[in-house]
């Protein structure tokens, strides 16, 4: 196979083209501190995207809408918890992983016991989880102990800390996906999953587990971009909605499932920073934004049924 042909290269050469065309609008002033609001920023959607991806591997109608919920509520119960007092940082992430892991249970409870289709009952908690954040934040911005937030806004060998994160968590999830046998069995089962359930593939357990991971990825996200940020606002997940499924779709993963793709979901999340951030210099409008990748979006789902009906 040659590297032209594997999916993760192009969001990757993407993300390279819209950098020097960024920087070559800018005369190459700038560049480095682009590389690196790219890295941090791009963290949190690829970290996000890599829990979506899993769940759209699952196959068609498998989608997660509560991630923006889930990270603002883990994120406001975390700060809420460390009250800013130092030597808390690890009490706050076990609380987002757990509220993450709460969430991922509801959804999957939502799903398996009253059958509803993902996209409603993940739609429906996320108006619960939304107004729990709602009722516990009460207008307060609490900040962020100060050694959890020289954290999430420090380096480490010139690479945000965040990205550091990101990357690892990308690891494990390359590592769980191509060696371990619940991956095969994720692949197995988005393929077709009555084939793979008479072939003994536990299906059930693969799909709680895999609603499981994806809400608790966005517990980890809500609590890095908090961290990040300075405290935790209402509105803090809604860019991710939209984004944690364009960058799993122009990373190259499969939307009709059985297929994931972990660098491409990474290439995607810098290439989707670097189109808004050169959006931003031309002062153009959020909705602009959102049209963009929503054409983006549609554009590749377009080509890659194309690609698919010629094969």
């Known amino acids: 196979m040659t590297l032209l042909s594997k999916p993760w290269i192009w969001s990757w050469s993407a993300a390279a083209l819209t950098f020097a065309l960024t920087i070559g609008l800018t005369s190459g002033r700038g560049a480095g501190e682009l590389a690196y609001a790219a890295l941090s920023f791009g963290a949190f959607a690829a970290i996000v995207g890599l829990g979506q991806m899993l769940v759209i591997t699952l196959g068609p109608g498998n989608v997660d809408l509560s991630i923006p919920a889930t990270m603002t509520l883990a994120a406001t119960l975390a700060l809420k918890a460390m009250a800013s007092m130092p030597g808390t940082a690890l009490l706050g992430l076990m609380i987002a992983l757990a509220v993450g892991l709460g969430a991922g249970l509801a959804n999957y409870a939502l799903i ?109 996200a809500g609590y890095l971009l908090a961290s990040f940020s300075g405290g935790a606002a209402l509105n803090m997940g809604a860019e991710y909605l939209l984004m944690s499924i364009a960058v799993v779709v122009i990373g190259g993963s499969s939307i009709a499932g059985g297929n994931s793709n972990v660098p491409g979901v990474w290439g995607a999340s810098l290439f989707m920073f670097l189109v808004i951030s050169m959006l931003n210099s031309y002062g153009a409008a959020a909705g602009a934004k959102n049209v963009l990748t929503g054409t983006i979006v549609i554009a590749i789902v377009i080509a890659a049924s194309t690609r698919k009906g010629r094969i």
């Open 112 to 220: 398996f016991l009253l059958r509803l289709p993902p996209i409603i009952a993940t739609l429906a908690a996320s108006l619960i989880y939304q107004s729990l954040a709602i009722w516990s934040n009460r207008g307060l911005r609490i900040k962020p102990p100060q050694e959890l937030a020289e954290f999430a806004t420090g380096r480490f060998l010139s690479i945000p800390n965040v990205a550091w994160v990101g990357l690892a968590l990308a690891f494990v999830v390359w590592i769980v996906l191509e060696r371990s046998v619940w991956g095969r069995w994720l692949l197995a089962t988005g393929q077709n999953m009555r084939a793979a359930r008479l072939a003994g593939v536990p299906v059930e357990f693969v799909r709680a587990t895999t609603y499981l991971s994806v809400s608790v990825f966005a517990g980890l």
